[in-house]
T-cell receptor, first 111, second 115 residues
Framework: GNSVTQMEGPVTLSEEAFLTINCTYT??????LFWYVQYPGEGLQLLLK?????DKGSNKGFEATYRKETTSFHLEKGSVQVSDSAVYFC??????????FGAGTRLTVKP | EAGVAQSPRYKIIEKRQSVAFWCNPI?????LYWYQQILGQGPKLLIQ????????DSQLPKDRFSAERLKGVDSTLKIQPAKLEDSAVYLC?????????????FGPGTRLTVT
């Protein structure tokens, strides 16, 4: 079935460090791929998305590229800030919009 | 635009009791989802509505969970009777179109603790 595997956390970085959170997927057909972020005490918010192979999603300095050949959608940011501390979820969507989430990666950024 | 509203935010009950959660989606969103998020895991879809019809309830434990969306707007999710393993955050989400790639908007969730 369709599923997402993402890098286990927690991840702790210093401010201005480079961030990579790995995400790979298993799916039939051509799913859409998403990164959601969950700040403490809040619901999930869409961070970025890509709907077809080679698409790059970007938002707030974060980027991820839909790589069909490696079935990956890794999240990257060149310089993290303390305010980026949150839990990040990789997800895929089947055509019926049934969203499948990874387990989440907790990021803590220290000043 | 107002976001997805959920209530209550927190609920503590004893096992074998019943509980109900309420969700009001973003105005005009035809599709509504209920997810269960157990601590340390990603959200798992319980049920998906399109207007007031069920699209997918394959992962809903129907012996104890039920959900309805009678007028195609707000929705309730009920658990009866609750078990310890039902302790989780219950998230409601909505989206405007039932196509791939459409964003789902999430509410703040209801944290349920079953003792």
């Amino acid at each position: 079935g369709n599923s997402v595997t993402q890098m286990e956390g927690p991840v702790t970085l210093s401010e201005e460090a480079f961030l990579t959170i790995n995400c790979t997927y298993t799916a039939t057909g051509y799913p859409s791929l998403f990164w959601y972020v969950q700040y403490p005490g809040e619901g999930l918010q869409l961070l970025l998305k890509a709907t077809k192979a080679d698409d790059k999603g970007s938002n707030k300095g974060f980027e991820a590229t839909y790589r069909k050949e490696t079935t990956s959608f890794h999240l990257e940011k060149g310089s993290v800030q303390v305010s980026d501390s949150a839990v990040y979820f990789c997800a895929l969507s089947k055509p019926t919009n049934d969203m499948r989430f990874g387990a989440g990666t907790r990021l803590t950024v220290k000043p | 635009e107002a976001g997805v509203a959920q209530s209550p935010r927190y609920k503590i009950i004893e096992k074998r009791q019943s509980v109900a959660f309420w969700c009001n989606p973003i105005s005009g969103h035809a599709t509504l989802y209920w997810y269960q998020q157990i601590l340390g895991q990603g959200p798992k879809l319980l049920i998906q509505f399109q207007n007031n019809g069920v699209v997918d309830d394959s992962q809903l434990p129907k012996d104890r969970f039920s959900a309805e969306r009678l007028k195609g707007v707000d929705s309730t999710l009920k658990i009866q009777p609750a078990k310890l393993e039902d302790s989780a955050v219950y998230l409601c989400a909505s989206s405007s179109i039932r196509d791939r790639g459409s964003e789902q908007y999430f509410g703040p969730g209801t944290r349920l603790t079953v003792t």
